[in-house]
């Protein structure tokens, strides 16, 4: 079936849907969010014989892509709700995105964090003009303190995945790809909760049918792949990674990203975290930008999974930069987790 306005092959109701959100989205984030470079990788080409392209959202305004989602939800908020303020859960990139998308719009955020928070993560936030509350002892019981505030107070609970608009504006990075690069034959994305590749997906496939879409996470903390893997969402234990940026814990339940992600990723993977630290440290030295841990997971994919891809247009996507300072430092030390 082609779709009436673009002659684009739908590749099924939700993806066309899904596609039309993040163009959509990609129109009200104008502006509002950097569209960030796809580079040429002359030194992942050479040794691959593919034709590589870094995705660079670790130069995104808060250094990773959460902002995009962020913004996405908040711009869809009545006057009203905006007025109320929103709240979140994180400790990392999604509170700081939420804490900046607030700012910009002139709204009030909330950012619940557990007692475990580091005060660089606590500060970074604050950083951005949020009010940080310290509740729980884990990410889990954080995540229940700011829904019950946020229903207490009558203000918008803006989740890190599960939610359509959030998708939508991790979508937005699909159709720059599409304009930046043209053709592409896979993609390589890190995966947490699902959001990220949900988005990219979901456009990417409805603009280049054959595309390949590979999900990449660290085998310590590989949540949304066991989940695809026992056919629904079940609980997972996880163990520290490297790539904190991904490892947010399990799957929530009916999660739409789930089956977004059961839909449209065509290869999961995982990978150890001495093949991250690896990664990381030939990115480092190799292209002399910052990145954070889970953006070197679908690089270690790559690596690993190089000799596929010869002769083929291949993107990376560096979802973020903000690695924590003594996690770079024992990287550079040679000391893995």
Sequence with gaps: MKSADTGHEERGADVGELARASRDAARRLRGRVRATEARRSEYLSAMSGARVYLKLECLQYTGAFKLRGAMSRLLAMSDDERTRGAVTASTGNHGRAVAYGCRALGM???????????????????????????????????????????????????????????????????????????????ALVCVGGGGLVSGIGGYLKWALPKVKIYGCSPRNSAAMIECIHAGEI????????????????????????????????????????????????????????????????????????????????????????????????????????
Excluded: W
């Design 108 to 186: 009030r955020a909330v950012v619940f964090v557990p007692e475990t928070v580091t005060v660089d993560k606590k500060k970074a936030i604050e950083g951005f003009g949020a009010e940080v509350h310290v509740a729980g002892g884990d990410n889990c019981q954080a995540q229940a303190h700011a829904r019950a505030y946020a229903a207490e107070q009558g203000m918008v609970m803006v989740p890190p995945y599960n939610d359509a608009h959030v998708v939508a504006g991790q979508g937005t990075i699909g159709v720059e790809l599409v304009e930046q690069v043209g053709n592409i034959d896979a």
């Design 234 to 337: 079940v609980t997972v234990e996880t163990s520290p990674t490297l790539s904190d940026g991904s490892a947010g814990g399990n799957i929530v339940p009916g999660s739409i990203t789930f089956d977004l992600c059961r839909e449209l990723v065509d290869t999961f993977d995982t990978v150890t975290e001495e093949e991250i630290r690896d990664a990381l440290l030939l990115f480092l030295k190799t292209h002399h930008i910052l990145i954070e841990g889970s953006a070197a997971v679908p690089i270690a994919t790559f690596l690993r999974r190089k000799d596929e891809f010869k002769g083929k247009d291949v993107v990376i996507v560096l979802c973020g930069a903000n690695i924590d300072i003594d996690t770079l430092q024992s990287v550079l030390c040679g000391r893995a987790g």
